[in-house]
């Protein structure tokens, strides 16, 4: 064979033929001698254990046996093929059964020889049997001595044409014995020592035909660590390279409105983590380089206020500030708080929503332009084109996780030099999520409530305990209390969701009947000013009910409503659970969240529910969330491209994405623009190989 090398098509290797190589391509989209590389077994099988026939149970383990067939026979049914054997060893016997028969099987299957067969056993028809079992005579030598046997995964077709398991093998250690030594080391000295990390080419042996476990286990830590490395490393230049060629707006001092605000107005004493994550911000938004930043914090942590400080600052040093959030009625709730928080400051604030009459909207578009407004509160209308700006400095994004990486680079664009940008989670990210698909930003944590918050009581209820949970919402209205009951509304059966919560609404004020009680209904059908009405209805105390859709999810605060009854609450995932349950609990009294569910569960609504009633930590709710949906679901479909890893695993691999974060820090710290010659393995190969990921990003 011609020396192949890493970029050589796999036409060329020994073994793969034009068909193979064509299908190779088409079904697994493998092209080169490197892709194949990359392919790695999805899992392995311990051939070092022999089975007998007399120990086999129902598993999903692959096997191994060692005996001889016996006979062979083919069988029809419905026009279909297949092939039954009879497998003997001596403590009893076992059925072996192929489909697809082709002329070549029979042949294939060696008859009274000494052999070993791996397989999967299952029952099938009353007895257990193995389904196309892999053979190996006895009389061959092993192509190595290893324990540990990859599995490549593969389709029936690719089988059928010879892509088999002993292809897969034979091909790949080929390519190693030939390109082996192409795979260079892409990592500096210095952090495989610190982070004890073998060698990449090693890696690559043991991971497709592992000596020991312990092998196995050193190359997936060194391949996985080496994925997350490279992809945070991007992520982390192209911070480097945003700021070196974005100058931001430096806030060199803090000035009257903040002072004043802080020392004659401030409502409450801050936490300390407000206080703390407020200097953290100063301190970023100080420098010369625009901040991208985003705030964590649970709900209820106080976001808002924090929010607030900075775009004081932000106007102490001449700019303006915008604060977006993703509903109009948490636009507006934003707006009256700040409102009111700022009434005896000399501050100009605005609110700009969808529903803005053309009038307001005009003149707003006017004292921006000139700058006579500070503060401009919106929701996504404040991002169209025709909004300008006279000089905005700052803009906040409340409840980010709506919010694209696309949506932030609008922003930019608002000034000449781009404004500072914060955004603040709804609820918390898990760790490994802002570490690596937001590892663009900066993070600060608000990891603590503010005095006096009482843990909500979290209780599950089915519906045989209705009459029970009506009791209980009477008995907390006659104390002055308020209540939340919410319906799920999912887009797939919008009807149906329509239908549940009106019919709801009804037993409701049947239950709770007027003069005495007064019930409001707040949903996403409904007009704004009807929505907006109803609202203040509630904040007024004027009714003691309000049904709802989650609409109310976001922020809304109304500190006297205290209990909050969830309906088909397994239909809401955790984190929105989290979030409803947070609209409660904001005052001084006892607060309780009723979860009701029918009795029959899903496996995964159970944790859920069980999740909610065990614990009121949002940074421990999104733990549980990201171990049950996976990465994928929690960001979305449109951004977890950007999560699928090859290897890693963002929930079982926690360890690594954050030894790999502080590997990167450390390197981009010492060597941001990877000058030195100890880091051209890396800056080489993040150029041949990641450079091009990372344009989606790159935003101005
Ligand atoms: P979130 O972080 O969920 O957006 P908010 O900013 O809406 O939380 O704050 C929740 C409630 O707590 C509001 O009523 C707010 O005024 C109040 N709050 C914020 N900070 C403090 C504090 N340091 N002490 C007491 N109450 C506070
Ligand atoms: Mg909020």
Redesign the pocket.
Known sequence: MSKVSFHTSVDYVKGIGPDKARLLKEQLGLKTCEDLLNYFPFRYIDKSKIYTVSQLGNSSADIQLKGRITSLKEVRQNKKKRLTGIFEDSTGTLELVWFNVTPGLVKSIPLYEDILIFGKVTPFNNKLNMAHPEIEKLSEARLAPVALEPVYSNSERLQKCGINQRFFKKVIREILYSVGDQIEENLPRNILVDYKLISREKAYREIHFPTHYQDLQQAEYRLKFEEMFFFQLGFGLQKIYRQSITPGHPFSSVGDNFNEFYTRHL?????NA?KRVIKEIRKDLGKSTQMNRLLQ?????????VALLCMLIAIDNGFQASLIAPTEILATQHYN?IKEFLKDMNLSVRLLTGSCPASERKKIYKELKQGELHILIGTHAVLEEKVEFKNLGLAII?EQHRFGVEQRSRLWSKNTIPPHILV?TATPIPRTLAMSYYSDLDVSV?DEL??GRKEIKTSHMTDAKRLTVFKFLRDEIHKGRQVYVIYPLIEESETLDYKDLMDGFESIEREFPMPEYQVSILHGRMKSADKDFEMQRFIKNQTQIMVATTVIEV?V?I?NASVIVIESAERFGLSQLHQLR?RVG?GTEQSYCILMTKSELSNEARKRIYAMCETNDGFRISEVDLELRGPGNILGTQQSGTIDFKKTDLVQDKIIVSLSKSAVDQLLIEDPQLQLEKNKPVRNFFISHHKHKFHWAKIS
């Open positions: 409502p409450f004493p801050l936490t407000q914090g649970d709900v209820g942590s106080g976001k808002t206020m708080n409340d603040m608000i503010p005095a922020g605060n500190p947070g904001r």
